[in-house]
């Protein structure tokens, strides 16, 4: 009888810590990584699907900047939400071109796909990338409708 018990307890106990974790880790919406790419002329963030080899190569495009056509940033997100809501990314950008910096604004609308997270993707190419100069720091925002329901900054954003 006093083995039931515990037993019992013991399941008790689990049942409510499963329940707590899940009122926890239910956001509504969250960015989970932003990953920036450089992208060389054929639009090539890596050489082969290795991430140190991907890592050799962004090290590479960084310092032979006439290479590059692009920067890419690939964006995991996810929301709890009904499926036909209308997401978009917001991609803020600030630059070393000129005294002051200069800012870049990249807006994308995006679809959810399923119950788990959602890769996306922003490029900033052609003339806006050549003259955005290196890019200091970023934001990237999730909107749903005109409220901003998730946000994830570079440490050296204001």
């Known amino acids: 009888m006093v083995r039931l018990m515990r037993f019992s307890s013991a399941w008790r106990s689990l ?3 499963a329940l707590a974790s899940l009122s926890v880790s239910a956001a509504p919406a969250k960015i989970i990584k932003v990953l920036p790419h450089l992208l060389d002329q054929e639009g090539r963030h890596t050489l082969s699907p290795s991430l140190y080899e991907r890592d050799a190569y962004q090290a590479w495009l960084r310092k032979n900047a006439d290479e590059c056509s692009a ?3 690939d964006i995991q997100w996810k929301a709890l939400s009904s499926a ?3 997401f978009r990314l917001r991609l803020e950008l600030r630059t070393s071109q000129g005294d002051t910096g200069r800012r870049v604004v990249l807006e994308q609308a995006v679809q959810r796909r399923g119950w788990f997270s959602t890769w996306s993707s922003i490029t900033l190419a052609g003339d806006d990338f050549k003259k955005a100069g290196t890019i200091v720091s970023w934001r990237a925002t999730l909107w749903n409708g005109d409220r901003q329901v998730a946000e994830q900054k570079s440490f050296l954003w204001p």
């Open 15 to 17: 049942l409510i810590l």
């Open 84 to 86: 036909a809501s209308a």
């Open 71 to 73: 920067l890419r940033f």
